[in-house]
């Protein structure tokens, strides 16, 4: 498959907890987004990579959420001290270009 | 600010009934709009790429249309396996996200 591969596909975790989601893109895709989506929304940007470097992070990713992209490959997001208000489809995209995203199949997060 | 409403927010069709869905956008220079499918519990799957006001672009029963103000999805002679949530983007020249609409749930009947 040489699609988007995010991990894991559900998570469900309590209250306080951390978390840590797996994307990994399309390999000859420089460019890496992430996005969250909760029920009945269409996706929110969180942030963007080129490369290894991020370099365009949404308000919505407040300073519990941190996302890495280590030698330009796969990226990780961190949800620290998860919230109720956390729980979404957490989506990642990749693409070569500035247009054209494909995004995974999505992490879905259930924080109970 | 750049925003996305679509309309309607559901719609049901008998199989085989056309019907258009719309999106309205407002951006500060286009880059280009996108229209997306996404069925339940997956991410949402590429359909078009449209840039500039006229353009139109075909696949199967789908055709999306785009002027200077809103795009519109027409849907020719639907089946069962068209129902999804259909999503409109647009990406503005000045930066990289893409600003997504709520959607529209389609569903058709058979």
């Known amino acids: 498959d040489t699609g988007v591969s995010q991990d894991p596909r559900h998570k469900i975790t309590k209250r306080g907890q951390n978390v840590t989601f797996r994307c990994d893109p399309i390999s000859e895709h420089n460019r890496l987004y992430w996005y969250r989506q909760t029920l009945g929304q269409g996706p929110e940007f969180l942030t963007y990579?080129?490369?290894?470097?991020?370099?365009?992070k949404s308000r919505l990713l407040s300073d519990r959420f941190s996302a890495e992209r280590p030698k330009g490959s796969f990226s990780t997001l961190e949800i620290q001290r998860t919230e109720q208000g956390d729980s979404a489809m957490y989506l990642c995209?990749?693409?070569?270009?500035?247009?054209?995203?494909?995004f995974g199949s999505g992490t879905r997060l259930t924080v109970v | 600010e750049d925003q996305v409403t679509q309309s309607p927010e559901a719609l049901r069709l008998q199989e085989g009934e056309s019907s258009s869905l719309n999106c309205s956008y407002t951006?500060?220079?286009?880059?280009?709009l996108f229209w997306y499918r996404q069925d339940p519990g997956k991410g949402p799957e590429f359909l078009f790429t449209l840039y500039s006001a006229g353009e139109e672009k075909e696949k199967e029963r789908l055709k999306a249309t785009l002027t200077k103000k809103e795009s519109f999805l027409h849907i020719t002679a639907p089946k069962p396996e068209d129902s999804a949530t259909y999503l409109c983007?647009?990406?503005?020249?000045?930066?990289?996200?893409?600003?997504f609409g709520t959607g529209t749930s389609l569903t058709v009947i058979p």
């Open positions: 995209a990749s693409s070569l270009v500035q247009y054209g995203y494909t």
């Open positions: 990579f080129q490369n290894e470097a991020q370099l365009e």
């Open positions: 983007a647009v990406q503005a020249r000045a930066g990289n996200q893409f600003y």
């Open positions: 951006v500060s220079g286009l880059r280009g």
